[in-house]
């Protein structure tokens, strides 16, 4: 497959200048070659585009003069990119058809053109839309829903009763729909709690690898339209998040936390149970939110890394600090007190 | 399955005061219905009871007077729900028998009434105890020993010669007895150490999705009795945890330490190796615990939120406690003298 | 399988002291037996070994004479046991060939001596190494290489064309080569960001269960020789991980950062993206690195843990240290104008 520069421009917009070079890839500035195309994200990164053999660049309006490289000039040169790259790498479907050992229960509905792999289980009930890929070993429960254009890569779990939209994407290892973590004390064990909602999922959503999505004890957990969630992440019960927010690897919710629209979770932050954040809030990497945010933002609460020597110095006195806190109030009366004796 | 607010009563104990109703199903009080059973955790949300379409409720004698809707009175009303909520959500087994695509070995043991879904592999010598519910794709190692009433769900792994006690629940991508993480430098290259042990998992014990828990490296990594782990928990080599102890998601336990009874820990919680936890400790959810807890009680070692602005303008601070505890003595000495050189 | 003391010094080196005892298997001080041999790792487990049943001990020369039992003295007692423990447990094989059910493409290459196991899939034009094992469930890619020795357990999932070098081990649940999280916001919605690099894994390399390695976006995600992840990690796409570095369970590594060679993270740190972590540097447990790491050595940020009381005295104050760090200027200034004018 090879596009020329004029190609992208007819279908994705952008302004064409010098020569209409044909591409053949998409590729980073340090390893691109003549028949590869790149971007420069920023323009603090020119000396990289001018040491790189890189055929033809994507970039900004005021970044367009800093080569004289064949280039596309538009406002967003990242989406841009990443557009042109989808051009580029359409996905390798596998055939349509029901692979002859995967078991389908016999009141399973699917559609004519979807794809089920080998060894797969699909439920009593369950209803698969038009052109979904189910890949080898998933195992989708009784009564699952999963709307059009959706692909689970190999080894997924779906239980019993969740609902997927719409060109969803889910990685391997993902388990959606097992039970939350419900235990009430009876006095000498833990009494489990049913869990008896389900997880149900909107449309054009993507789950990374080996994340965890836990059905509802009594209402649902929901994933609105558009939320991207990576790897290694674990949604508790009864959690709801908005469209569009988007959580990286590692991040836990607790249970019944309602999170909003547009909202972003750096790597490893943790949510606490029953609480509110509103759309737009974006939480930094390795944060713990520990009360609900309720006005739009940026959050923090990170623990600076030092060398073991200074840690050891200074994190010791974080066990002290109301002390240090109260001497300083001391000190502050002591000396408001002798400025008062010197009429200061 | 239908049952009325007498059944429970008669089954469960309480009080019933008002109308015997029929009830299809336990609700949230936001979404019942007249058919459905509520309950009160606590009388401040007595609000949401009054607007609750809910037919019936369960509540504590001191919040029994805040309705007049038919309701059950108990001490324990969050138990009592659960109880409920299991007599009208039995599990829905799968039938007996084992699937024609189970691989199973020769001289494995299966108890008759046990139900082996497709794809399953059982290993050489492994012993699967009645009722026992092992679902599609789950592996079960050489020798391992599975006690009665199990349930494995979807594409679980146990290594060989682990063992399960009676009623143990694990979900799906749960991985029990793969090898511990040891290694010995050897000047130029890690040499791993091999990890003979196994892991020992007591009764009625349930750990959630993406668990994992390694075996031994000499000894053997247990799980007594009513244990409970939520999802995405690791759990390292001869690790020892207590009757009744209950850990949220994505805590992290390393190697050869030992936690007691009745203890709990919030998600995302560390403990570092080699340290003892004493029963009856609570851990709360973010906290790293890197020295051993001799004494019952709560731990918290989490970082507050801030806004991003609020952030940068303290924590860098942390960087320099050390220096401010030794200005602040300073300090003191300086106005000490003073004080001194007033005859203060 | 049984050895004497002399064959473990004939093969591995040290010196023997005392009787030439036949030892069956190692063993922990605390559980050992008489044909069980031990380590002493440090002279401070005397006690330990003086009360010990154990058979013979490893052990180093300065405490060769804590004990009269036979033993072998070298300079590495921990390393040279790990060799024994090597030679009297070497890892159960499956037998060589393909299982019936396991579905490999027309056009894969497997050498002679592999061992497939049931239900595997292989895609077309994979490549798998001599003696290699792949057990139960796995799913090779298309295109996928994997080179000699090498051992993947139950249902690792390896997406297509990514490529393990000799003598790789991985363990269940892993996930190698899913997408990387690249998503461009379009104004109105995330716009996935196609992932074309591969996996590249060097020689020697061991991962932990359950971990996860994205492939890059647009080149590849590399771990090289000797590298040792333990459970539940994430490596994010586009991540380079220098020869012999290890990584405790729970690690997240974000996208693009290149980590040195000979480095150790502790469980549960998390490593932000775009970062450069030089050789020989250790990353204790939970810390969080917010920026590139430029000189070898140790680096910590724990929040240190207290018990709840303590923390919430203390705690409260890290959101007014900078409130703090000025009232303390403040007081240095008072206190420095109160000297000058008293001259002293």
């Given at each position: 497959?090879?596009?020329?520069?004029?190609?992208?421009?007819?279908?994705?917009?952008?302004?064409?200048?010098?020569?209409?070079?044909?591409?053949?890839?998409?590729?980073?500035?340090?390893?691109?070659?003549?028949?590869?195309?790149?971007?420069?994200?920023?323009?603090?990164?020119?000396?990289?585009l001018a040491d790189s053999a890189v055929g033809a660049v994507v970039l900004a309006p005021e970044a367009s003069e800093l080569t004289d490289k064949p280039r596309i000039v538009v406002k967003n040169p990242y989406l841009y990119f990443a557009k042109v790259s989808a051009l580029l790498n359409p996905p390798v479907r596998p055939d349509n058809g029901v692979h002859p050992s995967a078991?389908?229960?016999?009141?399973?509905?699917?559609?004519?053109?979807?794809?089920?792999?080998?060894?797969?289980?699909?439920?009593?009930?369950?209803?698969?839309?038009?052109?979904?890929?189910?890949?080898?070993?998933?195992?989708?429960?009784?009564?699952?829903?999963?709307?059009?254009?959706?692909?689970?890569?190999?080894?997924?779990?779906?239980?019993?009763?969740?609902?997927?939209?719409?060109?969803?994407?889910?990685?391997?290892?993902?388990?959606?729909?097992?039970?939350?973590?419900?235990?009430?004390?009876?006095?000498?064990?833990?009494?489990?709690?049913?869990?008896?909602?389900?997880?149900?999922?909107?449309?054009?959503?993507?789950?990374?690898?080996?994340?965890?999505?836990?059905?509802?004890?009594?209402?649902?957990?929901?994933?609105?339209?558009?939320?991207?969630?990576?790897?290694?992440?674990?949604?508790?019960?009864?959690?709801?998040?908005?469209?569009?927010?988007?959580?990286?690897?590692?991040?836990?919710?607790?249970?019944?936390?309602?999170?909003?629209?547009?909202?972003?979770?750096?790597?490893?932050?943790?949510?606490?149970?029953?609480?509110?954040?509103?759309?737009?809030?974006?939480?930094?990497?390795?944060?713990?939110?520990?009360?609900?945010?309720?006005?739009?933002?940026?959050?923090?609460?990170?623990?600076?890394?030092?060398?073991?020597?200074?840690?050891?110095?200074?994190?010791?006195?974080?066990?002290?600090?109301?002390?240090?806190a109260q001497r300083l109030k001391e000190l502050e009366r002591r000396i408001g007190r002798q400025d008062a004796d010197q009429g200061a």
């Amino acid at each position: 497959m090879s596009f020329r520069l004029s190609d992208f421009v007819a279908k994705l917009g952008g302004e064409l200048v010098g020569d209409d070079l044909a591409i053949r890839q998409v590729a980073a500035l340090e390893t691109a070659r003549a028949d590869e195309l790149g971007f420069l994200a920023n323009p603090k990164y020119r000396k990289q585009l001018a040491d790189s053999a890189v055929g033809a660049v994507v970039l900004a309006p005021e970044a367009s003069e800093l080569t004289d490289k064949p280039r596309i000039v538009v406002k967003n040169p990242y989406l841009y990119f990443a557009k042109v790259s989808a051009l580029l790498n359409p996905p390798v479907r596998p055939d349509n058809g029901v692979h002859p050992s995967a078991i389908v229960a016999p009141d399973a509905s699917l559609a004519d053109d979807v794809s089920i792999g080998p060894y797969v289980t699909i439920g009593a009930g369950a209803r698969i839309g038009s052109g979904t890929v189910i890949e080898a070993g998933c195992r989708i429960g009784a009564g699952v829903e999963i709307g059009e254009g959706g692909w689970l890569y190999p080894n997924v779990v779906i239980y019993h009763g969740c609902q997927l939209g719409q060109r969803v994407t889910i990685h391997s290892g993902v388990v959606i729909g097992a039970d939350g973590f419900g235990n009430a004390w009876d006095g000498e064990a833990w009494f489990k709690i049913p869990q008896i909602g389900r997880v149900l999922i909107g449309n054009d959503v993507e789950i990374g690898a080996s994340t965890t999505v836990d059905r509802g004890a009594l209402g649902d957990t929901v994933l609105e339209d558009g939320v991207r969630l990576d790897n290694q992440i674990q949604i508790a019960h009864n959690v709801h998040i908005g469209k569009h927010t988007a959580m990286a690897g590692c991040v836990g919710v607790a249970g019944s936390t309602h999170i909003g629209a547009y909202c972003t979770f750096g790597g490893s932050a943790m949510i606490l149970g029953h609480l509110e954040i509103v759309d737009r809030v974006n939480v930094m990497a390795g944060t713990l939110v520990g009360k609900s945010v309720l006005k739009p933002g940026t959050y923090v609460g990170q623990y600076p890394v030092q060398s073991h020597e200074d840690w050891l110095a200074n994190a010791s006195h974080l066990r002290r600090l109301d002390a240090m806190a109260q001497r300083l109030k001391e000190l502050e009366r002591r000396i408001g007190r002798q400025d008062a004796d010197q009429g200061a």
